[in-house]
Nanobody
């Protein structure tokens, strides 16, 4: 069982930046950030896997968000720049092993990000 604790959410004006952190209690091959806005489906924002630091981004955040991971301290980050009102959502950290794909078995409680225009 891996526990995840997110931090770094808050309210920011459009064009601003926030950095989310996710402290994990143990190592997992895959880690990612998801978000869910009211009335919308959960969306995978960014993910990273392997010790090589492979990454993947949703088209909506490419060029603005950067996912990174410090394996030594089991912490995942999401640097969010040029934030837009449509980025407003609850952001969740997720982690899990690689099976046929990344199997996100563990989830954090979420941290709210609000972007005002």
């Amino acid at each position: 069982q891996v526990q995840l604790l997110e931090s770094g959410g808050g309210s920011v004006q459009a064009g601003g930046s926030l950095r989310l952190s996710c402290a994990a209690s143990g190592y997992t091959f895959c880690m990612g950030w998801f978000r869910q806005a009211p009335g919308k489906e959960r969306e995978k924002v960014a993910s990273t896997w392997s010790t090589l630091g492979d990454t993947h981004y949703a088209d909506s955040v490419k060029g603005r968000f950067t996912i990174s991971r410090d394996i030594a301290i089991n912490t995942l980050y999401l640097q969010m720049n040029s934030l837009k009102p449509e980025d407003t959502a609850m952001y969740y950290c997720a982690a899990g092993p690689l099976t046929t794909g990344c199997d996100y078995q563990y989830w954090g409680q979420g941290t709210q990000v609000t972007v005002t225009s």
